[in-house]
């Protein structure tokens, strides 16, 4: 792929080439050959010049071993020092454990912080995983189906999340911003669940990945930042790898905001530092310290996108909603009124060759819809949407 400038422009992104992109090899454009892949949270914008440079730098210097410990330091200075620049949320930089990926802080969040038989709340539509990775570790999941209005706005239903607890779930997994849905919530919402979880006696998994990915004019508010309660029931989790386009790198970090999960957790630390990768690691202490501009270019492009697509989605596929996507690159669209038969994704893929995740793989409520990754050059975008258009209009024209 083309390198980009440290900022990258509109025009720059916009040349990136299906061919180019299938010559990348990545999972998004050669698991369904020839097809559009928007079906997995991959940006199509390569990665910023200076995670470039910290690879080559690691070549050149023919050294690859274990993260030294002043490395291991560097990255947790840098993602307090991001999290606060971003957001004032301050927390000492040795609540900050180091993991390959966020899923691997859901795993031991719940085998270290819930007790065994208790189950896992999980709002739905979710990101896919919630719904598989607390079973694979002998907990329940509650799915819990969330409140939508006729624009596709999503609420957290918080009278089933209490009742949920009530009857012994043990964590809330808060996805914010929210896969698939798109939705920031805002300070007054995660309030609401700070009341609920601290009735029962719960706890938070707060997945916040795409907080780099805010396009509307709302601030990212870590939920475990609102005060001393959310802080202390809260495990938090970010990484560098949805904002700047790196998660073949494998590094996340997990913080423990509570003082006594902090020092529960202190006999599992250093185990852990071991399973997270060198590269990865200079990665995120890179970009979480100064990117030279990239994420900021890559926002606004991201922004204009969304504008489109909801443009291209008014034209080509009337009778569908889509939730306005505040933030995250993840579009989630509801296809009932479009009259497919079967699946959504299915008849997508099948008909229109693009690639998409079917919303029943989100869980309740999911059904009918579809989840479309538009992190790529707007042009494919266009095309892809264009292509969505024209099979549901053979499908009238054949129905007809
Ligand atoms: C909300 C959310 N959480 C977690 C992940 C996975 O992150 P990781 O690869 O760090 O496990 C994704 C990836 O798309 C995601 O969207």
Known sequence: MTDVAPSPTAAELDAISVQQLRA???????????????????????????VAEVLEAALRSRSLGYLPPVEHRALQEATVAWVDRTSGWRVPADRVHPVPDVLTALRETIRRFTAPGSAVIVPTPAYMPFLTVPGAADREVVQVPSRVDADGRYTLDLGAVDAAFAAGAGLLVLCNPWNPVGRVLTREELLAVADVVERHGGRVFADEIHAPLVLDDVPHVPYASLDARTAGHTVT??????????????????????DAD??????????????????????????????????????????????????????????????????????????RGLGLPGPAAAFFRREAGVGLTDGNACGAGGEGFIRMVMATPRPILRRAVEQMGAAVARLRTTAG
Not at 31 to 48: H, K, L, N, R
Not at 241 to 251: A, D, E, Q, R, T
Not at 301 to 309: C, N
Request: aromatic share 10%; charged share 15%; hydrophobic share 50%.
């Open 24 to 50: 990348a090899g990545g999972v998004k454009w050669t698991a369904y050959p020839g097809t559009i892949g928007a079906f997995v949270a991959e940006m199509d914008f390569g990665f910023p010049p200076r």
């Open 237 to 258: 989790a970010l990484a560098a790898s949805k904002g700047w386009n790196v998660p073949g790198l494998k590094c996340a970090q997990m913080i423990l905001s509570g």
């Open 262 to 335: 902090a020092a529960a957790f202190a006999p599992y630390a250093a185990d852990l530092a071991t399973t997270v990768g060198l590269l990865g690691a200079r990665a995120a202490t890179t970009v979480y310290t100064d990117d030279g501009g990239w994420l900021a270019g890559v926002v606004d492009y991201l922004r204009g996108s969304r504008d489109q697509l909801e443009a291209l989605v008014a034209e080509h596929l009337p009778g569908a909603v889509l939730s306005r996507l505040e933030g995250t690159y993840i579009a989630w669209l509801d296809c």
